[in-house]
C-alpha cells in the first residue's frame, strides 16, 4: 500500500498560483495518482488524476515526473473559494478499493 | 439532484443503541464506497460494494458493523451497540465500474453520547 505524504497546510494570496507536493516513494506500477478537495461537512470531490507527465482540466494541472515518486497539484489563480482541505491518494482502485488511503491531506487557507 | 444522497445527515444516540444509515448512490454506479472521516483526518475506508456484493471490508470494520446492499441500489450501514468511539462522519461514495472517480455523498455525522 503506497502511502503519501503531504504539507499539514498551506496559505496563498488571492490570485496566486499554489502548487501542492505529495511524496509517494512506493508507488506501484499499476497505481495512479488521484487528488481530491473536501470543503468543510461536504464530502470530497473529485480534482484531477494521472499516471506520469503532465494532466490539465478546467480546474488544475498535475504533474508527475518520471520516476512517479512525486507530484504535485497546480491551482492557478486561486480564489477564497479554493480554502478547502486536498488529498493526494496513490491506488489502483478500479481493481481494489481498499487501496485507496487518504491520509491527513492538505489545508489550504486563501487569503484576501 | 442525481448525486449522492445520505440519510440522516445528522443522528445523535446513546451508547449502546443501535443506529442504521442509508445510502443512494447516482443510479447507472455499480460500486459504492462506505467510509468514516473523524475529525482532521482524511476519510478511511471501511467496505465496498460492486452491485450486491460485498467485496472488501477493512479492518476497521468491527464485528458491530455491518452493510448491505440489496439488489444493488441503495445501500445500509448498521452500527449495533454504539460506543463514543463511534463518533464520527460516515461518507458513502459510488463510482462506475473500472472508474477512478468517486463521487462522495454529503455523509451522516453521528455523535454518541
Known amino acids: 500500500l503506497a502511502k503519501t505524504t503531504q504539507p499539514i497546510s498551506m496559505d496563498s494570496y488571492e490570485g496566486q498560483e499554489v502548487n501542492i507536493t505529495c511524496s509517494h516513494n512506493?508507488?506501484?506500477?499499476?497505481?495512479?495518482i488521484t487528488w481530491y478537495q473536501q470543503f468543510p461537512s461536504q464530502g470530497p470531490r473529485f480534482i484531477i488524476q494521472g499516471y506520469k507527465t503532465k494532466v490539465t482540466n478546467e480546474v488544475a494541472s498535475l504533474f508527475i515526473p518520471a520516476d512517479r515518486k512525486s507530484s504535485t497539484l497546480s491551482l492557478p489563480r486561486v480564489s477564497l473559494s479554493d480554502t478547502a482541505v486536498y488529498y493526494c491518494l496513490v491506488g489502483d482502485s478500479p481493481t481494489g478499493a481498499n487501496n485507496l488511503f487518504f491520509g491527513t491531506g492538505t489545508r489550504l487557507t486563501v487569503i484576501p | 439532484d442525481t448525486g449522492v444522497s445520505q440519510d440522516p445527515r445528522h443522528k445523535i444516540t446513546k451508547r449502546g443503541q443501535n443506529v442504521t444509515f442509508r445510502c443512494d448512490p447516482i443510479s447507472e454506479h455499480n460500486r459504492l464506497y462506505w467510509y468514516r472521516q473523524t475529525l482532521g483526518q482524511g476519510p478511511e475506508f471501511l467496505t465496498y460494494?460492486?452491485?450486491?456484493?460485498?467485496?472488501?471490508k477493512s479492518r476497521l470494520l468491527s464485528d458491530r458493523f455491518s452493510a448491505e446492499r440489496p439488489k444493488g441500489s441503495f445501500s445500509t450501514l448498521e452500527i449495533q451497540r454504539t460506543e463514543q468511539g463511534d463518533s464520527a462522519m460516515y461518507l458513502c461514495?459510488?463510482?462506475?465500474?473500472?472508474?477512478?472517480?468517486?463521487?462522495f455523498g454529503p455523509g451522516t455525522r453521528l455523535t454518541v453520547t
Open positions: 512506493n508507488i506501484a506500477t499499476n497505481d495512479y
Open positions: 461514495a459510488s463510482s462506475p465500474t473500472l472508474a477512478y472517480e468517486q463521487y
Open positions: 460494494f460492486q452491485n450486491e456484493a460485498q467485496l472488501e
